[in-house]
């Protein structure tokens, strides 16, 4: 019998309620007795004194046997005046938790109960808790890294934006006062390519040199345009055409550079203007995009409005025919790198001239090349008396000029100078990507709150989940003790109490 004590009762805790019944401990229809002592707690609660242990008690979870029993002993004190001569209680109050705890005792009700409490806060319980707690926590991570995707994708709006910007030479403070005082640098930026052209005297001269050199006398001039501003500047294109300085000029309105006055329904655009104003392709985008070679378009490759074929149409009226009174009217009043069709043809110069130094420069380098040595024997001093440095400086002279003229901003700039509706188009993509970096800054601000909402949730369950630990422990100590009780005081121990 000795031995016998020395060795645990071991009980799986999910079997706990069929081990109970299997061994008489309990009935097997307890759950209709639990019912109606229930009943009989709820209705006795109704009634009770003044004392701060019995609120405490009443006012934490389920209540069981083990809290009856400690009622039973504070209502002795409180109750201590009721007593009769036989030395019982003629409180009603002593009468029904009495009465409760006989039900209890009776067929071990109270035991069965108690192993229901922990088998459900084992099972059910306790995993849910630390499930909702763990969902949380995830939630909180999902909400931080939203957060921070947020974030990230504002700046690069705002970022590009910036970028943006700077492509147009602005700050971005006040987007479209500052595209409409852009074309106030316009008119000095084109006089100083106009200003570089003169520079273009020994390149064109070198050119020319060769021409003649190779193909003989040409009836065609040489980059006429180039040379027609070396001489005179960046005149009207009436002057380039007829020669004779125009007694009047007479701009386009639409191709002032002014403030568009806001009218009736300005909050509006009118996209209703033609696809080519003045020559000018309003199909542009404010970002760079890339086009099936690989080339960025709008960098090198720039649509200037001419036709499929390239050709540049410009109808001049020759002085002393008739109709021409002299005043230079329309696009003819416009200055040569003003007017599409002239920027284009001088644009089409500089890069003929690019083309030749380029070649040239390639031909120079080849030593090894004795045909090419042979055949520059004959030519005229000014092509022998070149050499690589002086070409390579030509070669960046022109392609400075080029560049200039075809950068983005100054592309812009022509676009603005050609129309104010271009400057409020440009003005809406730009604002966009802001409205965009907003959107998403208040989506921030909702994962922000969504995030402190959870962690606030988390914050409500985990002193839930430690005190049904704790009750869930002095549950398993309580049933371990009372089956010890009925096996000689051998220990007792509940398998699978993981909390």
């Known amino acids: 019998m000795e031995d016998k004590r020395q060795f645990p009762i071991d009980i799986q805790t999910s079997k706990l309620l069929d081990w109970l019944v299997d061994r008489r401990h309990c009935d097997l229809k307890w759950q209709s007795s639990v019912l109606t002592i229930r009943e009989k707690i709820n209705n006795a609660i109704q009634d009770m004194p003044e004392n701060e242990e019995i609120k405490q008690l009443l006012s934490g979870s389920y209540i069981h046997y083990f809290h009856c029993l400690r009622i039973i002993e504070i209502l002795r004190r409180t109750e201590a005046s009721t007593k009769n001569i036989f030395g019982g209680y003629s409180s009603q109050r002593m009468k029904d938790w009495?009465?409760?705890?006989?039900?209890?005792?009776?067929?071990?009700?109270?035991?069965v109960e108690l192993a229901s409490f922990l088998v459900r806060n084992v099972s059910y319980e306790i995993p849910s808790l630390k499930k909702q707690i763990s969902k949380c926590q995830q939630l909180q991570q999902e909400y931080a890294r939203k957060e921070m995707d947020y974030v990230n994708n504002a700046a690069t709006l705002r970022d590009k934006f910036y970028a943006s910007c700077k492509q147009f030479g602005i700050t971005g403070k006040d987007v479209r006062q500052e595209l409409l005082s852009l074309c106030k640098d316009l008119p000095s930026a084109l006089t100083a390519i106009a200003e570089g052209a003169r520079d273009l005297t020994d390149i064109i001269e070198l050119y020319e040199a060769c021409v003649e050199f190779v193909c003989g006398r040409v009836s065609e001039p040489c980059v006429p345009l180039l040379k027609y501003i070396h001489n005179r500047g960046n005149t009207t294109v009436y002057e380039w055409g007829t020669g004779q300085t125009p007694k009047a000029i007479e701009r386009p309105v639409s191709n002032e550079c002014a403030e568009a006055r806001p009218a009736e329904g300005a909050d509006t655009i009118d996209w209703g203007e033609s696809a080519a104003v003045g020559g000018i392709d309003w199909g542009i985008s404010v970002e760079e995009s890339v086009e099936p070679n690989g080339q960025e378009k709008g960098a090198d490759v720039i649509d200037w409005g001419e036709d499929a074929n390239g050709a540049v149409e410009i109808s001049i009226v020759e002085p002393g025919k008739e109709g021409d009174d002299g005043v230079a009217r329309g696009n003819d009043a416009l200055s040569i790198l003003e007017n599409t069709g002239t920027r284009n043809q001088f644009v089409n110069e500089l890069m003929e001239?690019?083309?030749?130094?380029?070649?040239r420069l390639?031909?120079?380098?080849?030593?090894?090349?004795?045909?090419?040595?042979?055949?520059f024997q004959t030519a005229p001093a000014a092509l022998q008396s070149q050499d690589v440095s002086k070409v390579t400086s030509m070669l960046a002279l022109v392609g400075d000029l080029v560049q200039r003229l075809t950068?983005?901003?100054?592309?812009?700039?022509?676009?603005?100078?050609?129309?104010?509706?271009?400057?409020?188009?440009?003005?809406?993509?730009?604002?966009?990507?802001?409205?965009?970096?907003?959107s998403v800054g208040a989506k921030q601000h909702l994962m922000v709150r969504k995030r402190q909402e959870a962690l606030e949730e988390q914050s409500d369950l985990e002193?839930?989940?430690?005190?049904?630990?704790?009750?869930?422990?002095?549950l398993r100590k309580l049933i371990e003790t009372d089956i010890s009780k009925r096996y000689q005081n051998r220990r007792v121990n509940l398998m699978g109490v993981v909390v």
Do not use: C, G
Not at 362 to 375: G, K, P, T, V, Y
Not at 412 to 419: P, R
């Open 463 to 474: 002193p839930k989940l430690d005190l049904l630990i704790q009750r869930t422990k002095e």
């Open 353 to 359: 001239l690019q083309v030749f130094l380029t070649q």
């Open 407 to 438: 950068e983005v901003k100054m592309r812009h700039l022509l676009l603005i100078h050609a129309s104010p509706r271009y400057v409020d188009r440009v003005t809406e993509l730009l604002q966009q990507k802001l409205k965009q970096a907003e």
């Open 98 to 111: 009495q009465e409760i705890v006989s039900l209890y005792e009776k067929d071990n009700v109270y035991l």
């Open 362 to 375: 390639a031909e120079m380098r080849e030593e090894a090349d004795i045909l090419s040595i042979n055949q």
